[in-house]
């Protein structure tokens, strides 16, 4: 079954500096997508960026970049020129690619990390 | 113009009740999703429906009954509730692209909380 860790369960940062919050996953599949969502207080569920894993390139959006190490099994967000407006929980979640042979379309999720950025 | 949307938004009814949570979609997209956060804002999926038919169904109790009349709702109906289903339920979709190896994101709706006294 597949796993996702992230092991920061509280991160902050002050505004206009970089953060990096760590996930790593567990999986014996080869094809895969990997997200990262944030959740503000307000409750939605955003997404923030996205990695296929059969891509080499690392994903990017705007001020959010990851660091996808497909064989350590790593997908890092890196956050730069912290804004007060990414203060909110962010979860890491993996998606198995869909076939016939397993519950593609599934997510699963990490434990979440929170992550305050200070004026 | 919401694309997914979830009614109500909070929910406080008292145990051994039924309720219903609605879900609605217009972004055409032909899967949805249920999924649940606990109190440790833990997520985690209970349903999914593509094009009204039931495709994953993880081990949730019989007292939680999806229900889908067409692909762009996905209701989910709670029969005598317990204190342990206070949680938020998200509902999502995205697009399945029926192609091995393929998937789609999914974008979520605002959440319901419910609250089991």
């Given amino acids: 079954a597949q796993t996702v860790t992230q092991s920061q369960p509280e991160m902050s940062v002050q505004e206009a500096e970089t953060v990096t919050l760590s996930c790593t996953y567990d999986t014996s599949e080869s094809n895969y997508y990997l997200f990262w969502y944030k959740q503000p207080p307000s409750r939605q569920m955003i997404l923030v960026i996205r990695q296929e894993a059969y891509k080499q390139q690392n994903a990017t959006e705007n001020r959010f970049s990851v660091n996808f190490q497909k064989a350590a099994k790593s997908f890092s967000l890196k956050i730069s020129d912290s804004q007060l407006g990414d203060t909110a929980m962010y979860f890491c979640a993996f998606m198995n690619s869909f076939s016939i042979y397993n519950q593609g379309g599934k997510l699963i999720f990490g434990q979440g990390t929170e992550l305050s950025v200070k004026p | ?117």
């Fill in chain 2, 1 to 117: 113009d919401t694309a997914v949307s979830q009614t109500p938004k909070y929910l406080v009814t008292q145990m051994g009740n039924d309720k219903s949570i609605k879900c609605e979609q217009n972004l055409g997209h032909d899967t949805m999703y249920w999924y649940k956060q606990d109190s440790k804002k833990f997520l985690k999926i209970m349903f999914s429906y593509n094009n009204k038919e039931l495709i994953i169904n993880e081990t949730v109790p019989n007292r939680f009954s999806p229900k889908s009349p067409d692909k762009a709702h996905l209701n989910l109906h709670i029969n005598s509730l317990e204190l342990g289903d206070s949680a938020v339920y998200f509902c999502a979709s995205s697009q399945r692209i029926v192609v091995a190896g393929d998937t789609d994101t999914q974008y979520f709706g605002p959440g319901t909380r419910l609250t089991v006294l």
